[in-house]
């Protein structure tokens, strides 16, 4: 299974923009970058995925390098409401469904 | 707009009572899943469904029991709870099986087993 490595924790000023990255150089081609949070008892959150290309959506962009090993979340202006885990995962197989793989994430603190 | 709701919020259970963790869902997604997380910790895959009447193990089955008799509903069964059960239970679906559609997460249920 491609594992990914994420900084243990960042901290951004409210307004700023966060750029969370991550590494999964053991990528496959037709593996799925997926971003997922967490805010503090509540179930993940999907944010956004991508295969080869940046993707935008209405809560982040995603930045995946050319050779795909690495990549980054960028919440373009972080607001104290963005406070989460973030969660970078490679899409695996597990039979006939694909699994999630959570490693422990990037604990993102925004600030005033 | 329900999405995932997964029923009870919380239970404490004494050691080798039994329960059931319920998930239903109104999306009409195919697959289903259940996760654990243990404190400070990412989630762990137990158990997942394909569809109406089709189940398989993930990562941590034991000492847990799934059915899947309808779309709607994936139930988690605990027959003896032991305290290394003792965690947060999420339950997630998906549209189809394809790498290209997200997961969609309910809010969880916190178990606690004395």
């Known amino acids: 299974d491609a594992k990914t490595t994420q900084p243990t924790s960042m901290d951004c000023a409210e307004g700023r923009a966060a750029n969370l990255p991550c590494n999964h150089s053991?990528?496959?081609?037709?593996?799925?970058v997926y971003w997922y949070r967490q805010i503090h008892s509540q179930g993940p959150q999907y944010i956004i995925h991508?295969?080869?290309n940046n993707e935008t959506n209405e809560m982040a962009s995603l930045i995946i390098t050319e050779d795909r090993k690495s990549s980054t979340l960028i919440l373009p202006h972080a607001t104290l409401r963005d406070t989460a885990v973030y969660y970078c995962?490679?899409?695996?197989?597990?039979?006939?469904?694909?699994?999630?793989?959570f490693g422990t994430g990037t604990r993102l603190q925004v600030t005033l | 707009n329900a999405g995932v709701t997964q029923t009870p919020k919380f239970r404490i259970l004494k050691i080798g009572q039994s329960m059931t963790l319920q998930c239903t869902q109104d999306?009409?997604?195919?697959?289903m899943y259940w996760y654990r997380q243990d404190p400070g910790m990412g989630l762990k895959l137990i158990y997942y469904?394909?569809?109406?009447?089709?189940?398989d193990k993930g990562e941590v089955p034991n000492g847990y029991n799934v059915s899947r008799s309808t779309t709607e509903d994936f139930p988690l069964r605990l027959e003896l709870a032991a305290p290394s059960q003792t965690s947060v239970y999420f339950c997630?679906?998906?549209?189809?099986?394809?790498?290209?559609?997200?997961?969609?997460f309910g809010d969880g249920t916190r178990l606690s087993i004395l």
């Open positions: 995962i490679v899409r695996v197989k597990t039979g006939t469904a694909s699994k999630l793989t």
């Open positions: 053991t990528i496959s081609g037709n593996e799925y």
């Open positions: 991508g295969l080869k």
């Open positions: 999306m009409n997604h195919n697959y």
């Open positions: 469904s394909v569809g109406a009447g089709i189940t």
């Open positions: 997630a679906t998906q549209s189809t099986g394809n790498g290209n559609q997200p997961q969609h």
